[in-house]
């Protein structure tokens, strides 16, 4: 075999050799001895009376496993907060199953635009396992939003990503090597049981560093600009995995939860590092404005309906903020220190539709008016 052919073979041979071997071997912050319920060093007062004083990882911590307390390990050179629960950990008593969890600021608006996003990079080291297959896992992450209305929990998970356990062979028998990653989502508000479907996504190596980034939030419907969507989208060591979340016009949050979640059997071990969050809230804007409330005399917009550009008039108003939203709430255009008039121009801006035009005196009076665009 030619020396140019058998050098990239080589390589190759090599990268991949390396690969099976991270899948396999134990994590340099991994927790190899037995397991117990609880131990002192574990047990907290309250849920959240023993985080560090300046985790690496965002959000407020909320505890609920006497195993062991957050903690922190420095290797692959990075930070990465420790999440380790076992099965029956939970000392408050609650029904719920062990966690190690931070809780990030829910994004409390709907209008168009509004979003929780997360990113981080998450190690998999070992994740609940129990008898049967029904209950294994434990979950990394959830997407949160109450809703209106009645029915299910008064702070409902709607989408979860859940990893269960893949075991290897031969000298690997019995040992953890790789996670199956699954979305689970929810199919009506308020669904549990069958109002809840399981998905497959994707496989992950034990140890392997993955990428996860986690958004949801409210998108203006490309099919009916009248209506929105509440989305939960996922991107997951590159790979995207987009989901609309049913009902959207009930929804009235985006929350965001990571860390450990969930062992009914065994022990969980999950790595989180370079952990940022973001959220941005949007008012939805009424387009119900009676126009017998609007001083006409005080706005004048021509042409209206507009097709191109069109042209804002305004009388006995000076300094104004002028913004203007679509159906939807959604602030499409803002100018400031607008004294008489402007000029705007469409260049595709504007879709045709209904819009609202806002303005806003130096004395903070509100002026509406209505634009329609063909």
């Not at 006497?66 to 029904?95: L, P, R």
């Not at 931070?102 to 008898?131: N, Q, Y």
């Not at 209106?148 to 989408?159: L, Y």
Request: aromatic fraction near 10%.
């Amino acid at each position: 075999m030619k020396l140019y052919i058998l050098k990239p073979l080589l390589f190759f041979s090599f990268v991949f050799f390396s690969v099976y071997l991270r899948g396999q071997a134990t994590a340099p912050d991994e927790d190899t001895g037995s397991y117990t319920t609880c131990n002192a060093d574990g047990a907290n007062a309250t849920r959240t009376s023993d985080d560090l004083p300046n985790p690496v990882n965002v959000g407020a911590i909320d505890d609920r496993s006497c195993y062991a307390n957050y903690k922190e390990s420095d290797v692959y050179g990075k930070t990465w907060g420790i999440y380790n629960i076992t099965h029956n950990s939970n000392q408050f008593g609650s029904s719920l199953q062990p966690r190690i969890e931070r809780a990030l600021s829910a994004s409390l608006k709907t209008g168009v635009g509004s979003f929780a996003k997360f990113s981080g990079i998450v190690r998999i080291l070992e994740v609940g396992d129990t008898s049967g297959t029904n209950n294994d896992g434990s979950y990394l992450i959830q997407a949160k939003g109450k809703h209106t209305g009645g029915g299910g929990s008064p702070d409902p998970a709607i989408c979860l990503y859940l990893a269960k356990p893949v075991y290897g062979t031969g000298s690997n028998s019995g040992k953890q090597v790789s996670f199956d990653i699954y979305a689970e989502r929810i199919l009506v508000r308020g669904g549990s049981g069958s109002g809840r479907e399981v998905v497959f996504l994707k496989n992950i190596l034990k140890d392997e560093q993955t990428s996860f980034e986690l958004e949801i939030g409210f998108k203006e419907d490309p099919n009916d600009a009248s209506k929105k969507i509440h989305y939960c989208n996922a991107v997951i060591g590159g790979t995207v995995f987009n989901w609309n979340i049913p009902d959207p016009e009930r929804g009235t949050q985006s929350k965001i939860r990571y860390g450990a979640y969930r062992v009914k059997g065994g022990r969980a071990q999950i790595r989180w590092a370079n952990t940022t969050y973001q959220k941005a809230e949007v008012e939805n804007q009424s387009l119900s404005i009676d126009e017998n409330q609007v001083t006409l005399s005080s706005i004048k917009t021509y042409p209206n309906p507009a097709k191109n550009n069109f042209k804002i008039q305004l009388n006995n108003i000076e300094n104004a903020t002028i913004g203007i939203y679509d159906v939807l709430g959604k602030k499409v255009y803002q100018k400031t220190n607008v004294k008489e008039s402007i000029e705007i121009i469409n260049n595709n801006r504007f879709k045709a539709g209904i819009y609202l035009i806002k303005v806003i005196d130096n004395n903070q009076k509100v002026y509406f008016k209505k634009l329609i665009i063909n």
